[in-house]
């Protein structure tokens, strides 16, 4: 394996992120190739988490961009501070200034309201993380804008003019695809699909993410979900749910699996009420005794 | 170095894989960037510089064996002759965005001379249920199919646009105005949705008392996507899958055919309700929305409990447009719906129609728009 790639590896797992080699592959090429990274994978693996740990990893500030349908550019972007603009007009009445010049008074920087993308790429203290979460859920129109920021990195505000990104963000995009992305965007990013983890990996989480957790629970609780997400269930639980199901055992103060417990604690890991019906008595005791089994 | 991933690349295409000559500039780059000893490493910065999807990985895998560790894979061809074998013929064999007819050799010996499409007259081709039509007649259909341009209506959409009508204050605008007033806001500026294309999702069942309608609605739902560019496709018979990202309509054959390989008993029953269901948990919030047509295209012979269709289809209803049911036994005059579970969908179901022939499946656009 490439050094760097292993440097970049083990520098996500000091930051509390396991990642497997593929992750930190697509992570190392992403930086070193100055491209954005879109993330696709189901819900609960950990896709907005790499962004965290980029930021932290790279000590920079960490810029999310949240998508939803209907998202414009006045809430992505950026959009004028209405009432400050109102205000400073009104002493200018009094004041008696000329009307003409008005207009570049109140267009300047200090009545921005600078939006996501606008903040990643004006940051002047170095290149920020800049995540897009979910880019599936905003509309067709939107990804066509992104696209192009994603291709200059500058922004034309009418009134102010072009602005050029100070220093060019590490770009992540997610996706949930609930919608196929277009082709345009696709080929902008380098891509990475990322499934759930493995027993390993996920044990390897447990053991960063829960200080204090015993072996025993560790990989009985690890076990448990791996067998879970067999199940034929609306909702897979994610790592953050094996995460949260762990805490919560700790502090029942448990240090092992019994069926009653985990009937009693199994709204950590399933959020949909047809997976915890369908997952009754009878199949808690089979996915018990499995987490038991050593190995 | 080079070379080789131009032909694996070249590779990659021909095996129905969008790989553009930028995703191999992208290569290029990655493999200057890893250790290209490590064999685990080349494939992996491949698959993200080539940008490809988890559909594709099976396929990768295969052809990455095949051109970096020079293992031969069995031949395609003869992959396809085994695949073709198992199947009751004809098939169809996929060119592309075309679907065509692909007829076995024996076959075209057995075509009875001036069985051409030239021969049927389009407007009784048109009518012809799909189950009696030949070979070469399928073939001309499909190419009917393909002239199918449907124009739908465009729906309203959450994006604002300006307008000079009822809607939303739009600030911005509203401020620029204001501007020429010296700062009095006189009027204001107004945004609205803005128009936008009708989404379209398929549920379409591939269970045995289908199989004569089966690929031609297939066909049907390919053609409808040239036309409508939100098209989700789902195919059904105990279980569900998603087939709209399948690459190449080579794939969708694959997929049902490990859709059937599921079943116990091919020609037994269909689990509408419980599909529906699935559905409905996995993938309605994302594909379905107020402008969403779902189009079920089933018989109706439901092997589970009437009321979990039920249900699935009350809940179904209440997200969509509108829900249109087509039913290939719909096309016979004597037919009315007894079936259990086609008495429980019907309160749920906005039009009700047929698709055993081409001029169904024509109708049914004015239903779509």
Redesign the interface.
């Known amino acids: 394996?490439?050094e760097e790639?292993r440097a970049v590896q083990e520098h996500m797992e000091r930051c509390g992120y396991i990642a497997e080699?593929?992750i930190a592959?697509?992570v190392?090429?992403a930086r070193?190739?100055r491209?954005p990274l879109?993330v696709?994978g189901e819900a609960g693996v950990g896709k907005t988490e790499i962004a965290k740990v980029l930021a932290r990893m790279l000590g920079t500030e960490l810029v999310r961009l949240q998508c939803y349908?209907?998202l414009?550019t006045?809430t992505a972007l950026y959009?004028?501070n209405?009432q400050r603009?109102?205000l400073r007009?009104?002493i200018?009445?009094r004041e008696g200034r000329d009307?003409a010049k008005?207009?570049e008074l109140i267009f300047g920087r200090e009545y921005l309201l600078e939006r996501p993308l606008l903040r990643a790429i004006t940051r002047r203290e170095g290149p920020a993380v800049l995540l897009i979460d979910e880019v599936d859920r905003a509309?067709e129109?939107?990804e066509a804008f992104l696209l192009e920021l994603l291709s200059d990195f500058q922004i034309t505000i009418p009134e102010l003019g072009t602005i050029c990104a100070e220093h060019v963000p590490f770009v992540l995009l997610t996706s949930?695809?609930?919608?196929?992305l277009s082709?345009a965007l696709?080929?902008r990013?380098?891509?990475?699909?990322v499934e759930h983890p493995g027993l390993e990996k996920e044990l390897r989480i447990l053991r960063a993410r829960v200080p204090g957790v015993s072996e025993r629970l560790a990989r009985g609780v690890a076990r448990f979900v791996q067998r879970l997400r067999e199940r034929e269930l609306?909702?897979l639980p994610g790592v953050a749910e094996t995460i949260d199901w762990a805490q919560a055992l700790m502090r029942l103060h448990k240090d092992g699996l019994d069926a009653e417990t985990v009937g009693a604690t199994l709204g950590c890991l399933l959020k949909?009420a047809?997976d915890l019906r369908a997952t009754g008595r009878e199949a808690i005791a089979e996915l018990v005794e499995h987490a038991a089994e050593p190995g | 170095m080079l070379g080789q991933l131009a032909r694996f690349a070249a590779a990659l295409r021909a095996a129905g894989l969008r790989v553009g000559l930028g995703d191999e500039v992208d290569a290029a780059a990655a493999l200057t960037l890893v250790d290209l000893l490590d064999r685990g490493e080349v494939h992996r910065a491949l698959r993200i510089a080539l940008k490809l999807p988890r559909e594709a990985w099976e396929l990768y895998d295969r052809l990455f064996a095949e051109y970096w560790d020079g293992i031969r894979a069995p031949r395609h061809d003869a992959l396809e002759r085994a695949l073709r074998e198992q199947r009751a013929p004809p098939q169809w064999q996929w060119d592309g965005a075309r679907v065509r007819l692909a007829l076995a050799e024996r076959d075209d010996d057995e075509q009875p001379e001036g069985d051409t499409p030239g021969w049927s007259p389009e407007a009784m081709l048109r009518r012809k249920p799909f189950e009696q039509c030949s070979a070469s007649e399928i073939a001309a259909l499909e190419r009917m199919l393909e002239r199918l341009a449907p124009r739908l209506a465009a729906l309203r959409t959450r994006r604002l646009t300006p307008t000079r009508g009822r809607g939303h204050v739009d600030l911005r605008r509203s401020f620029r105005h204001a501007l020429r007033s010296e700062g009095d806001l006189v009027r204001l500026a107004r945004r609205t949705r803005a128009l936008e294309e009708p989404s379209l999702v398929v549920l379409f069942d591939t269970s045995g008392s289908m199989a004569a309608y089966t690929r031609m609605l297939l066909a049907f739902s390919f053609a409808l996507r040239r036309s409508i560019r939100k098209v989700e496709i789902f195919a059904f018979n105990t279980s569900l899958a998603r087939v709209t990202r399948l690459i190449s309509p080579a794939e969708v054959v694959r997929t049902l055919e490990r859709l059937a390989a599921r079943v116990p008993d091919w020609s037994g029953g269909t689990r509408i309700g419980a599909c529906l269901e699935a559905f409905s948990a996995r993938y309605r919030d994302a594909v379905v929305n107020r402008h969403t047509t779902v189009l079920v295209v089933s018989d109706g012979l439901d092997h589970g409990e009437g009321a979990v269709l039920g249900r699935a289809m009350r809940e179904l209803r209440a997200r969509a447009a509108r829900v249109v049911w087509l039913n290939p036994l719909a096309g016979d005059a004597r037919y009315r719906p007894q079936a259990d579970g086609m008495l429980a969908a019907l309160p749920f179901i906005d039009h009700f129609g047929a698709a055993h022939n081409l001029e169904s499946l024509e109708g049914l656009l004015r239903h779509l728009s």
Do not use: V
């Not at chain 1, 990013?189 to 699909?193: A, D, I, S």
């Open positions: 394996m490439n790639i080699p593929a592959t697509a190392f090429l070193e190739m491209r879109l696709e349908e209907g414009d006045h959009e004028w209405y603009q109102i007009l009104k200018a009445e009307p008005l207009e509309d129109g939107f949930n695809r609930s919608r196929e082709d696709r080929r990013c380098l891509y990475l699909y609306r909702k949909d047809h």
